[in-house]
C-alpha cells in the first residue's frame, strides 16, 4: 500500500514569509510524528498527535511553529515569519498506535530553504 | 533527557569486511532500541529493533543486542556489501507518556568500496 507521503518536496521561500507543510500519513495510521533533520544531524522531534489532537509539542522550537490534524488524517505544519535557521528538511512519521513498541514509517521528507 | 551517541563517522570499508557502528544511550525506564538507515536519495526506514534487555534484533545480515548493563545497541554486519552504503541512525523510544517520540543520534555514514 502507499507510503508516508510529503508536499512539497522542496521548499524554496524567503525570510519573513508563511509556508505549509504537509504529510498524508498511512491510512489507519493513529499516530503522527513530526521531525526535523539539519544537516549532517539526526532528525529531532518536534510535535505528536494522537488522533485529532496534538498529544506532545514539546519539541516545537518557538511560537512560530504550528501544526494541525483536523480530521485525524492529513497534517499540516505551519511556519510563520520563517527566519534562515528554520531550514532544515522536515520529515514526517505515522505508526499503527503511538508506542514505543511501534516502528514509525517516515515520508520523504520536505526540503526547505529560507534565502 | 534522554540521549543517544554513535560512534563518529564516517566509516569506509572494502566489500566483505565487518562492520561495527557503536551506539550508547541515556534514558529514564526501559527505552525500546532502533537502528534506522536513510540509502541515498531514500527516505528513513527501518532496520532493526530491540524492546527489551538481552533482546537481538536482526534483519538483512545486520544485528544488535540491547544491553541495558552497558547502556549500549551496537550495531554489527558480518561482511558489508556496496550496497549497504548509507547513513545509520541509532535511534530510542522511552516508555510511559513519551508516546513512541523517537530521539535519535547524529547519524553514521557508511562508505563500501568494491
Known amino acids: 500500500g502507499a507510503g508516508v507521503s510529503q508536499t512539497p518536496s522542496n521548499k524554496v521561500t524567503e525570510k519573513g514569509k508563511y509556508v505549509e507543510l504537509r504529510c498524508d500519513p498511512i491510512?489507519?495510521?493513529?499516530?503522527l510524528y513530526w521531525y526535523r533533520q539539519s544537516l549532517g544531524q539526526g532528525p529531532e522531534f518536534l510535535i505528536y498527535?494522537?488522533?485529532?489532537?496534538?498529544?506532545?509539542d514539546s519539541g516545537l522550537p518557538n511560537d512560530r511553529f504550528f501544526a494541525v490534524r483536523p480530521e485525524g488524517s492529513v497534517s499540516t505544519l505551519k511556519i510563520q515569519r520563517t527566519e534562515r535557521g528554520d531550514s532544515a528538511v522536515y520529515l514526517c512519521?505515522?505508526?499503527?498506535?503511538?508506542?514505543?513498541?511501534?516502528?514509525?514509517?517516515f515520508g520523504p521528507g520536505t526540503r526547505l530553504t529560507v534565502l | 533527557g534522554n540521549s543517544v551517541t554513535q560512534m563518529e563517522g564516517p566509516v569506509t570499508l572494502s566489500e566483505e569486511a565487518f562492520l561495527t557502528i557503536n551506539c550508547t544511550y541515556t534514558a529514564t525506564g526501559y527505552p525500546s532500541l532502533f537502528w534506522y538507515v536513510q540509502y541515498p536519495g531514500e527516505g528513513l526506514q527501518l532496520l532493526l529493533k530491540a524492546t527489551k534487555a538481552d533482546d537481538k534484533g536482526s534483519n538483512k545480515g545486520f544485528e544488535a543486542t540491547y544491553r541495558k548493563e552497558t547502556t549500549s545497541f551496537h550495531l554489527e554486519k558480518g561482511s558489508v556489501q556496496v550496497s549497504d552504503s548509507a547513513v545509520y541512525f541509532c535511534?530510542?523510544?522511552?516508555?510511559?507518556?513519551?508516546?513512541?517520540?523517537?530521539?535519535f543520534g547524529q547519524g553514521t555514514i557508511l562508505t563500501v568500496h568494491p
Open positions: 512519521a505515522s505508526s499503527l498506535q503511538a508506542s514505543s513498541y511501534n516502528e514509525q514509517f
Open positions: 498527535f494522537q488522533g485529532t489532537g496534538a498529544a506532545d
Open positions: 491510512s489507519g495510521h493513529t499516530a
Open positions: 535511534a530510542l523510544a522511552a516508555g510511559g507518556t513519551s508516546y513512541g517520540k523517537l530521539t
